[in-house]
């Protein structure tokens, strides 16, 4: 079992930036792929970024150039740094983490809203 606790979303200014962060306990050395996930009403959730135990990462073609994913192996962290935001990036915000089991579990979501 894996259990993810997001933090850092809120509310911000078109052009404005936030962090959110990721913390993973229980069986993280089981981890493959971290990821974060947003998800608009009446949409389907969408992958905005993703990170690999090896430090590989990748974005969605939208959030590239804005956005950047890290991970602290020592913290067992998962960050997304969201700048230059705009209205288009108004979601809730979901960390995932995938096990080499093909199992994945999900972060409870965090609200970023930017307003214009």
């Known amino acids: 079992q894996v259990q993810l606790v997001e933090s850092g979303g809120g509310s911000v200014q078109a052009g404005g930036s936030l962090r959110l962060s990721c913390t993973a306990s229980?069986?993280?050395?089981?981890?493959?792929?971290m990821g974060w996930y947003r998800q608009t009403p009446g949409k389907q959730r969408e992958l905005v970024a993703a990170?690999?135990?090896?430090?590989?990462?990748s974005y969605v073609d939208s959030v590239k150039g804005r956005f950047t994913i890290s991970r602290d192996n020592t913290k067992n962290t998962v960050y997304l740094q969201m700048n230059s935001l705009n209205a288009e990036d108004t979601a809730v915000y979901y960390c995932?983490?995938?096990?080499?089991?093909?199992?994945?579990?999900w972060g409870q979501g965090t609200q970023v809203t930017v307003s214009s």
């Open positions: 990170i690999s135990s090896g430090g590989s990462t």
């Open positions: 229980g069986s993280i050395f089981s981890i493959n792929v």
């Open positions: 995932a983490a995938l096990q080499t089991s093909g199992r994945s579990y």
